[in-house]
């Protein structure tokens, strides 16, 4: 996506054809800042310290931390070690497991003199392929806001909820919910988006909210505890969000605060939709509830919130009595039958197994 005219991605090799650059998304939005990855921990403290993330977006940091790990030794071990270094990074995203295990079977196989290429290069193919995978959802996701469209009548701005951050900053570009809104946008289909701040980290508040003023989206950052109420009045048209891990079955881990947000919807009639990349789908698991590892991050996340002084400064400020625990889960699970639809790159399905396997039947 651009930002003041120019194009930019959340992930991309320097010149040097060795370093991997990224945006450090816990400056934003107060900050702009990149970083240059060089080495297996530069990208595994990217991942867990959250520098990336997103699901899409933490798989193509892990295989670009394959890369840098065969750049300094090409060894079976040191394959070994980054595999097992990285997939201990962050529990919940299957795209993180899913992108590890696409380079080890790229590279396993190779003789070791072979590997460093052949990393960054299967390292590049994964960034294009969620790119256009995106790209994708997009184009079957604005079907859905056309039709939307359609029932707000002529001039009437369709009014889309969405939780936490699935944009181009969540991928290696467009996003998976927020793909479906860049598109309608820029058709010229009157928008208007609600976009949950997303406790505790307000990855919607500081994130979403910055890419959408960016891409001139119309917004408004609304409490994650609103959205209840802005359904229940008739606020909202349709709620779109991203996942980390959907099952075979359908169920739908995302940020914690999506299955309330699923929960509302239902009980208001507002359709509920999951944008979806194949690379989020688990195929190994049907029970979400029972099968998603949900990450348990620092209660200090809960205890603190980032802000910017006026004097530019960004700070995090305590919110909670010194003495007070705190709990962090950082996901959820929303139930399939709560899921109104899946929006993957091979179209549009109903939250279900047999929906999954129409689209994607070379999956068992
Ligand atoms: C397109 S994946 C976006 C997904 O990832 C976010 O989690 P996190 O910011 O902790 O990596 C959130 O669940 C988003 O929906």
């Known amino acids: 996506m651009k930002i003041d005219g120019r194009p930019w991605r959340p992930i991309w090799l320097e010149a040097d054809g060795g370093r991997v650059g990224i945006i450090d998304q816990t400056l934003l939005p107060h900050r702009f800042e990149t970083r240059s990855l060089a080495t297996l921990d530069g990208a ?21 931390g394959v890369a840098l790990a065969m750049a300094e030794d090409a060894g079976d071990g040191v394959l070994d070690r980054a595999v097992a270094v990285l997939a201990a990074t962050r529990p919940t995203a299957v795209n993180l497991r899913w992108a590890l295990d696409r380079m080890d079977r790229h590279l396993r196989p190779l003789a070791p003199g072979e590997r460093r290429e052949a990393a960054y290069a299967e390292a590049a193919r994964l ?10 959802i997009g184009r079957h996701g604005l079907e859905l806001v056309r039709a939307a469209a359609r029932r707000r009548g002529p001039g009437w701005p369709v009014r889309i909820l969405t939780h936490c951050n699935a944009g181009w900053l969540a991928t290696c570009d467009w996003g998976t919910a927020l793909a479906p809104i860049y598109m309608a946008h820029d058709a010229g289909i009157p928008l208007h988006v609600w976009v949950d701040e997303t406790r505790p980290r307000n990855q919607g508040a500081a994130l979403t909210a910055w890419e959408l003023l960016a891409h001139g989206v119309p917004h408004t950052v609304v409490a994650d505890n609103a959205g209840g109420h802005l359904m229940q009045r008739g606020l909202v048209d349709l709620c779109i969000v991203g996942a980390d891990r959907v099952t075979a079955a359908g169920d739908v881990a ?24 194949s690379s989020t789908i688990d195929w190994t698991i049907e029970d979400g509830i029972a099968g998603i590892p949900i990450e348990e991050r620092s209660a200090d996340e809960v205890r603190h919130i980032q802000g910017m002084a006026e004097d530019g400064r960004v700070l995090s400020v305590r919110l909670v009595p010194d003495g007070s625990p705190a ?38």
């Open 254 to 277: 995302n940020k914690i605060g999506t299955y309330l947000k699923a929960l509302a919807a239902r009980d208001s009639g507002v359709p509920f939709h999951v944008a979806v990349p």
């Open 44 to 64: 595994a403290h990217a991942i867990a310290a959250m520098q990336v993330r997103g699901a899409p977006l933490i798989g193509a940091t892990a295989a670009y």
């Open 127 to 136: 960034v294009e392929a969620d790119v256009a995978a995106n790209a994708a």
């Open 327 to 364: 709990a962090n889960p950082a996901f959820d699970v929303t139930p399939a039958r709560l899921v109104d639809g899946l929006i993957t790159e091979r179209g549009r399905c109903a939250a279900t197994a047999a929906g999954l396997r129409g689209l994607f039947p070379d999956h068992s």
